[in-house]
C-alpha cells in the first residue's frame, strides 16, 4: 500500500498545477510544522473521513487529503 500511495503523490508532483501547489511551511529545524498542515489542492484541513497525507518524497514539503489524491487513498492503505 504505501508503494502505492507514493505512486499516487509522485504523480501529484508533476505538470503545472503541481508547482502553483501550496507547500507546508516549515519550522525553524527545517520540519513541517504541524499546526499549519493543510492539503496542497485545496487548501482544506484534516478531518475524520478525510485525512491528510504528507508527501515524503526528498524536498516536497506537500501535504493532500485522502481524497484529493486520483486515485483516492483509503483509510485501510493508510494503516
Known amino acids: 500500500a504505501k508503494v502505492r500511495i507514493r505512486g499516487v ?5 508533476d505538470g503545472e498545477e503541481a508547482r502553483r501547489e501550496r507547500k507546508c511551511q516549515l519550522d525553524a529545524d527545517g520540519q513541517v510544522d ?3 498542515i ?6 482544506g484541513d484534516s478531518n475524520d473521513d478525510n485525512d491528510i497525507v504528507l508527501c515524503d518524497l ?16 483509503t483509510l485501510e492503505e493508510l494503516e
Open 9 to 13: 503523490l509522485s504523480e501529484l508532483m
Open 34 to 36: 504541524q499546526e499549519q
Open 38 to 43: 493543510c492539503c496542497s489542492v485545496c487548501d
Open 58 to 73: 526528498e524536498n516536497c514539503h506537500k501535504a493532500f487529503h485522502q481524497e484529493c489524491c486520483q486515485p483516492v487513498v
